[in-house]
């Protein structure tokens, strides 16, 4: 959901606001955006999928961060300033690494839907992606058990993979990455 406000801002005034506000605030385009509290479910799902991508990826050159770690970003083909907070991204090409936050493309960005924030994860940050080159695009839907994966194709456009709604979700980018939907939205017991 992006702040009120009349005209784009610099990224210069965009990081002043960022050091006297609390909440995660991303940059598009000269239009500041801000991210929703998580809910318990969306919690509970982000760690969920980072704990299995953390043990996944031991060993292996990709390296996974949540949340909130700023990306800024960056492609030779696209103009512009962004930096944005996925829910997780995996970082596989660690040159744009700093100490604050990464410079560069994530080979894969998921996205955990809260119901404030569907249509900037649905439809801006999905052509966002899109456009810098991200790989492999997922966005989890812990409302309706769901999870959409966008696969960046030979033409620089995404392809829709949709798995079954209580089966398996596979990356192809982190060939031999799976899911099982049933126990990432399972629920906790009392």
């Given amino acids: 959901m ?65 949340a909130p770690f700023d990306v800024e970003l960056q492609r030779d083909e696209v103009k512009g300033n962004t930096i944005v907070i996925p ?6 090409d660690k040159t744009g690494l700093t ?20 249509s900037h994860d649905l439809v801006t940050k999905l052509n966002l992606y899109m456009q810098y080159g991200v790989k492999e695009y997922w966005i989890v839907n812990p409302i309706s058990d769901s999870i959409l994966i966008y696969v960046l194709n030979n033409n620089g456009e995404y392809e829709l993979d949709i798995p079954p709604a209580t089966g398996t979700a596979h990356s192809i980018v982190l060939d031999g990455f799976a899911v099982n939907l049933t126990d990432l939205f399972a629920t906790v017991p009392d």
């Fill in 99 to 118: 100490e604050q936050k990464y410079i560069g493309v994530p080979a894969v960005i998921i996205e955990i839907l809260s119901p404030s924030n569907q």
């Fill in 2 to 66: 992006g702040l009120p406000q009349k005209e784009r801002i610099s990224l210069e005034e965009y990081y002043r606001m960022r050091e006297t506000s609390d909440r995660l605030l991303e940059y598009i385009d000269g239009i500041v955006y801000m991210s929703p509290s998580p809910s318990t479910k969306h919690q509970r799902t982000s760690m969920r999928l980072s704990s299995t991508l953390f043990a996944f990826l031991q060993g292996k050159p990709c390296e996974v961060f949540s």
């Fill in 87 to 92: 829910d997780l991204s995996v970082i596989c």
